[in-house]
């Protein structure tokens, strides 16, 4: 542990925490987590979020850790146990019977301890010992002052009886008061000599052979007037004393202080409440105003100004155990050795003549150089004597038997003539506020100037550049370039990347990101460069003050572990926000993630991350909450891990679902089936009914269309009957005027006959009358009857071809070649008469008939096989 300074102390009000009130009690976990008892709680901090809970109702005394998810706690008139929920929330049972039961007193429960398999609750008058969801109550034998484990020994501490130990199961005396007083023991320590007991007002007692005995040394008599409130061993090598008046003390196992730290040294107020020292290096104490940490394992350690002692440091130097420190304000001085952090204040003395801007320390020859805002001023045996007027001397460097000096407006260099330096001469063809010089090899001088970038200049004999090369700060990436040699190499360094200069190309070529392993709060940007004070320290300046960093490794040296844990769950969307837990079921409408990991307690921590189905890890980010958005329904598995100092953490996967959308979930692809078949259905129901009402309107229509057709077809009918009754009416009339005529004719012939008749009746009297004429008379009867027979014959062809005109038209139109013979023998033919009755119409032999038919066949084409009957009636 450094010696020299004050740890690194980060100071935390009650508004971080939610105005929680004091803290009585802390602890802290593997994982790096620290839990805090307060007067309205519990308090959680994992070095980012403060998260507190609400138990009973009386201010919260104690607590005793288990894991993460499990807290016991004692309060006033209460004891239960903490249990996080799924949800990572704390939750408090009570555990203490008697809260409604009227005494005369109220129990406070200020310890809860753990021995075994038992938890234990002290308060004033009694303890509790639970186990296996019993209790069972030993009392105090007069009055429990105080309880601790030491060595896995459980001491109480009784107003009367002394101290004792408890085995478990009863108490047992340890020793007894003095008999002088009565002590007020708060906890033990041990050392080669046997044990130390702290006590709150008496200081310290040692514990040996059965002997109890006051120290009577600085430190125990400083604790008297302190007054020690909380106790906690660091480690087996350190101890730590929280006092009500005096701040914080820390000592190695002799006594010997190592820190002490108050309201001068950065404290919010002096009075601790409580101590806890982490497994990270860090101790927590609870003060009457606020919390803070102090950073043990840091090796950085800062003297900062809180009283206006000295201001803000540039530079530094030790010389014969003498610090001397260059600040805003002037030069100071002390003792090496005072340095360390054993006093209640800094110890600093102002070296007269010095007041001012000092910027630069340099020893050369036994001579401390101060380059001053006023001047050059050198300081030899106390005495301060100014060299030079000129203003603004930023550094000072020794080259063979010069001085060179940069300066607000170039390089003066100085020579030294009979022991006195003296001013030589400027610098040529180098202009500007030069604040670094350094020497590569011989005659090569590097100078960087501010705002414009670097110059290698060769130096003649003459001190003067005779070749330079420039090279301009924005070649250079980052802010706050600063010169540095290095392994014999020029480098320049900026807040991001290291540059190494090749001489052999003349360029800067190789360029490497900086990494840096420890954080420094309020590094100065003006100042350029870390000063080696000493073999053991560095020197750095800050804002308000400075800081040194121990360069010395620990012989034993624990590596400090740190866990990686996953600290929440949230789904998220436009309207409102849900805490998840491992393996929950996220609704799809809220598929925004934000999952927070953390290595608790740690600076300087890198994450990133990838998905169990993914190949590639995220950038690392300083950043521990990762959020993703539009996240697809299904299952996830998160894998994130961190990186502190260059070790990475194990992985830790987190796993959650989001949930199918209402759309796609089997539900809704059920729903979707039954809608298709209930289309389907009703589709096929639609279609059958349009089907029916289609095919009624098709019948409908085709009886329309039958009605039609019917109604068109009577029309046509009657039409046809019409035409045919006209035919048949024509025919009729056709024949009733062939009857008419042939009953004309008959009646012709009648009456020719009966002419005939009386022409004959008078011929025949005409005979009788005259004989003689009766061979006249014959001849004139019987040319008289040849003409008529030949008149009756030729109307019965003549009535024939008057019935058969349409007939003989078709005939005629289809074979012109048909005589009237033929016509009237195919009219024969038509009405069916045979070939005899055809021969006694035509009054010739039936052979005739016969042969007419054959001519006739040939006429007509017909082939044998063709009736000549049906061929006749077919046209």
Same mark, same amino acid.
């Given at each position: 542990?450094?010696?020299?300074?004050?740890?690194?102390?980060?100071?935390?009000?009650?508004?971080?925490?939610?105005?929680?009130?004091?803290?009585?009690?802390?602890?802290?976990?593997?994982?790096?987590?620290?839990?805090?008892?307060?007067?309205?709680?519990?308090?959680?901090?994992?070095?980012?979020?403060?998260?507190?809970?609400?138990?009973?109702?009386?201010?919260?005394?104690?607590?005793?850790?288990?894991?993460?998810?499990?807290?016991?706690?004692?309060?006033?008139?209460?004891?239960?146990?903490?249990?996080?929920?799924?949800?990572?929330?704390?939750?408090?049972?009570?555990?203490?019977?008697?809260?409604?039961?009227?005494?005369?007193?109220?129990?406070?429960?200020?310890?809860?301890?753990?021995?075994?398999?038992?938890?234990?609750?002290?308060?004033? %008058?009694?303890?509790?010992?639970?186990?296996?969801?019993?209790?069972?109550?030993?009392?105090?034998?007069?009055?429990?002052?105080?309880?601790?484990?030491?060595?896995?020994?459980?001491?109480?501490?009784?107003?009367?009886?002394?101290?004792?130990?408890?085995?478990?199961?009863?108490?047992?005396?340890?020793?007894?008061?003095?008999?002088?007083?009565?002590?007020?023991?708060?906890?033990?320590?041990?050392?080669? %000599?046997?044990?130390?007991?702290?006590?709150?007002?008496?200081?310290?007692?040692?514990?040996?052979?059965?002997?109890?005995?006051?120290?009577?040394?600085?430190?125990?008599?400083?604790?008297?007037?302190?007054?020690?409130?909380?106790?906690?061993?660091?480690?087996?090598?350190?101890?730590?004393?929280?006092?009500?008046?005096?701040?914080?003390?820390?000592?190695?196992?002799?006594?010997?202080?190592?820190?002490?730290?108050?309201?001068?040294?950065?404290?919010?107020?002096?009075?601790?409440?409580?101590?806890?020292?982490?497994?990270?290096?860090?101790?927590?104490?609870?003060?009457?105003?606020?919390?803070?940490?102090?950073?043990?394992?840091?090796?950085?350690?800062?003297?900062?100004?809180?009283?206006?002692?000295?201001?803000?440091?540039?530079?530094?130097?030790?010389?014969?155990?003498?610090?001397?420190?260059?600040?805003?304000?002037?030069?100071?001085?002390?003792?090496?050795?005072?340095?360390?952090?054993?006093?209640?204040?800094?110890? #600093? %003395?102002?070296?007269?003549?010095?007041?001012?801007?000092?910027?630069?320390?340099?020893?050369?020859?036994?001579?401390?150089?101060?380059?001053?805002? %006023?001047?050059?001023?050198?300081?030899?045996?106390?005495?301060?004597?100014?060299?030079?007027?000129?203003?603004? #001397?930023?550094?000072?460097?020794?080259?063979?038997?010069?001085?060179?000096?940069?300066?607000?407006?170039?390089?003066?260099? #100085?020579?030294?003539?009979?022991?006195?330096?003296?001013?030589?001469?400027?610098?040529?063809?180098?202009?500007?506020?030069?604040?670094?010089?350094?020497?590569?090899?011989?005659?090569?001088?590097?100078?960087?100037?501010p705002n414009f970038g670097f110059i290698r200049a060769v130096l003649d004999e003459n001190l003067s550049p005779e070749e330079r090369l420039i090279f301009p700060a924005e070649d250079f990436d980052g802010n706050n370039l600063y010169l540095?040699?290095?392994?014999?190499?020029?480098?320049?360094?900026?807040?991001?990347?290291?540059?190494?200069?090749?001489?052999?190309?003349?360029?800067?070529?190789?360029?490497?990101?900086?990494?840096?392993?420890?954080?420094?709060?309020?590094?100065?940007?003006?100042?350029?460069?870390?000063?080696?004070?000493?073999?053991?320290?560095?020197?750095?300046?800050?804002?308000?003050? #400075?800081?040194?960093?121990?360069?010395?490794?620990?012989?034993?040296?624990?590596?400090?572990?740190?866990?990686?844990?996953?600290?929440?769950?949230?789904?998220?969307?436009?309207?409102?926000?849900?805490?998840?837990?491992?393996?929950?079921?996220?609704?799809?409408?809220?598929?925004?993630?934000?999952?927070?990991?953390?290595?608790?307690?740690?600076?300087?921590?890198?994450?990133?991350?990838?998905?169990?189905?993914?190949?590639?890890?995220?950038?690392?980010?300083?950043?521990?909450?990762?959020?993703?958005?539009?996240?697809?329904?299904?299952?996830?598995?998160?894998?994130?891990?961190?990186?502190?100092?260059?070790?990475?953490?194990?992985?830790?996967?987190?796993?959650?679902?989001?949930?199918?959308?209402?759309?796609?979930?089997?539900?809704?692809?059920?729903?979707?089936?039954?809608?298709?078949?209930?289309?389907?259905?009703?589709?096929?129901?639609?279609?059958?009914?349009?089907?029916?009402?289609?095919?009624?309107?098709?019948?409908?229509?085709?009886?329309?269309?039958?009605?039609?057709?019917?109604?068109?077809?009577?029309?046509?009918?009657?039409?046809?009957?019409?035409?045919?009754?006209?035919?048949?009416?024509?025919?009729?009339?056709?024949?009733?005027?062939?009857?008419?005529?042939?009953?004309?004719?008959?009646?012709?012939?009648?009456?020719?006959?009966?002419?005939?008749?009386?022409?004959?009746?008078?011929?025949?009297?005409?005979?009788?009358?005259?004989?003689?004429?009766?061979?006249?008379?014959?001849?004139?009867?019987?040319?008289?009857?040849?003409?008529?027979?030949?008149?009756?014959?030729?109307?019965?062809?003549?009535?024939?071809?008057?019935?058969?005109?349409?007939?003989?038209?078709?005939?005629?139109?289809?074979?012109?070649?048909?005589?009237?013979?033929?016509?009237?023998?195919?009219?024969?033919?038509?009405?069916?008469?045979?070939?005899?009755?055809?021969?006694?119409?035509?009054?010739?032999?039936?052979?005739?008939?016969?042969?007419?038919?054959?001519?006739?066949?040939?006429?007509?084409?017909?082939?044998?096989?063709?009736?000549?009957?049906?061929?006749?009636?077919?046209?």
């Open positions: 542990m450094p010696e020299k300074g004050v740890p690194l102390i980060q100071n935390y009000t009650p508004v971080h925490y939610q105005n929680m009130g004091k803290v009585w009690d802390i602890k802290s976990s593997e994982s790096g987590i620290v839990y805090m008892a307060a007067d309205k709680g519990l308090i959680e901090y994992d070095g980012k979020i403060w998260n507190t809970f609400k138990g009973s109702k009386g201010f919260t005394r104690s607590l005793l850790l288990v894991n993460d998810s499990t807290i016991y706690t004692g309060s006033d008139l209460d004891f239960g146990i903490w249990r996080k929920n799924r949800y990572q929330a704390f939750e408090y049972t009570s555990l203490y019977p008697f809260k409604e039961d009227v005494n005369d007193f109220i129990e406070e429960f200020w310890d809860v301890h753990q021995l075994n398999d038992k938890i234990i609750f002290v308060s004033f %008058q009694n303890l509790y010992i639970y186990k296996d969801q019993q209790l069972t109550r030993i009392s105090a034998p007069y009055k429990f002052t105080a309880s601790f484990v030491d060595h896995d020994t459980l001491f109480f501490v009784d107003e009367r009886d002394g101290l004792l130990i408890f085995d478990g199961f009863s108490l047992n005396q340890f020793f007894n008061h003095p008999v002088e007083n009565s002590l007020d023991i708060l906890g033990i320590g041990q050392n080669k %000599q046997g044990l130390v007991l702290v006590t709150k007002n008496s200081g310290l007692y040692s514990y040996s052979g059965g002997k109890l005995k006051v120290l009577n040394n600085d430190f125990s008599n400083k604790l008297k007037v302190a007054k020690v409130f909380s106790f906690e061993p660091i480690g087996n090598s350190y101890l730590a004393f929280g006092t009500v008046l005096k701040g914080l003390y820390i000592t190695d196992l002799k006594g010997n202080i190592i820190h002490h730290i108050n309201k001068h040294k950065g404290l919010p107020n002096s009075t601790i409440l409580s101590l806890h020292y982490s497994p990270a290096g860090k101790l927590w104490m609870g003060m009457d105003y606020g919390v803070s940490a102090i950073d043990l394992k840091n090796k950085l350690t800062y003297f900062y100004d809180y009283t206006g002692d000295f201001g803000t440091a540039y530079t530094a130097l030790v010389k014969d155990e003498i610090f001397y420190l260059g600040t805003n304000q002037g030069l100071y001085r002390s003792r090496w050795i005072d340095l360390n952090n054993d006093a209640e204040f800094n110890r #600093f %003395q102002l070296v007269p003549g010095t007041e001012g801007q000092v910027w630069s320390l340099m020893n050369v020859d036994n001579t401390l150089f101060i380059g001053h805002d %006023q001047g050059l001023f050198t300081l030899k045996e106390n005495a301060v004597q100014k060299i030079s007027d000129h203003h603004g #001397f930023w550094t000072v460097l020794p080259y063979q038997n010069y001085l060179l000096t940069g300066n607000y407006k170039g390089i003066l260099i #100085f020579e030294k003539k009979e022991n006195i330096w003296t001013f030589l001469k400027k610098m040529d063809l180098i202009l500007g506020s030069c604040n670094q010089l350094i020497i590569e090899k011989e005659n090569i001088l590097w100078v960087n100037i540095r040699k290095s392994n014999d190499e020029i480098q320049v360094i900026t807040d991001k990347f290291q540059y190494t200069y090749n001489s052999t190309d003349k360029k800067f070529s190789d360029k490497t990101k900086i990494t840096n392993d420890s954080k420094l709060n309020g590094l100065l940007s003006v100042v350029y460069q870390n000063t080696n004070l000493h073999a053991d320290y560095e020197f750095y300046s800050i804002y308000n003050g #400075f800081a040194l960093k121990y360069l010395r490794q620990s012989e034993k040296q624990n590596p400090i572990k740190f866990t990686l844990i996953p600290k929440k769950i949230e789904a998220f969307n436009n309207d409102e926000k849900l805490l998840l837990f491992p393996d929950a079921t996220v609704p799809y409408d809220m598929n925004h993630i934000n999952v927070e990991f953390i290595v608790p307690n740690q600076d300087d921590v890198l994450y990133q991350y990838k998905f169990k189905d993914g190949d590639k890890w995220s950038e690392w980010v300083t950043d521990n909450t990762f959020t993703f958005l539009s996240l697809k329904h299904g299952s996830h598995s998160l894998i994130v891990r961190a990186s502190l100092h260059g070790k990475i953490t194990d992985e830790k996967v987190i796993s959650f679902r989001i949930a199918t959308p209402w759309y796609r979930s089997w539900y809704a692809y059920l729903t979707y089936v039954l809608l298709i078949v209930l289309a389907f259905y009703f589709t096929r129901v639609l279609q059958i009914i349009s089907l029916k009402r289609q095919k009624k309107l098709f019948l409908i229509k085709e009886k329309n269309t039958l009605q039609m057709q019917a109604e068109k077809f009577r029309n046509e009918i009657v039409l046809l009957e019409k035409e045919r009754i006209k035919m048949e009416y024509d025919q009729i009339k056709e024949q009733l005027k062939i009857k008419t005529i042939e009953l004309a004719n008959k009646a012709k012939d009648n009456e020719d006959k009966n002419r005939l008749l009386v022409i004959l009746k008078d011929k025949c009297n005409m005979v009788q009358k005259d004989p003689s004429t009766s061979k006249i008379r014959w001849n004139e009867m019987q040319r008289l009857l040849d003409s008529y027979l030949n008149v009756e014959d030729k109307t019965f062809e003549i009535q024939m071809d008057e019935l058969h005109q349409e007939f003989f038209k078709k005939l005629k139109e289809n074979f012109p070649g048909l005589s009237s013979n033929d016509l009237r023998l195919c009219a024969y033919l038509k009405i069916g008469l045979n070939s005899k009755e055809i021969a006694e119409i035509l009054n010739i032999q039936p052979s005739s008939s016969y042969i007419s038919r054959s001519r006739l066949r040939k006429k007509l084409s017909l082939k044998t096989d063709e009736d000549l009957y049906d061929f006749l009636n077919a046209l």
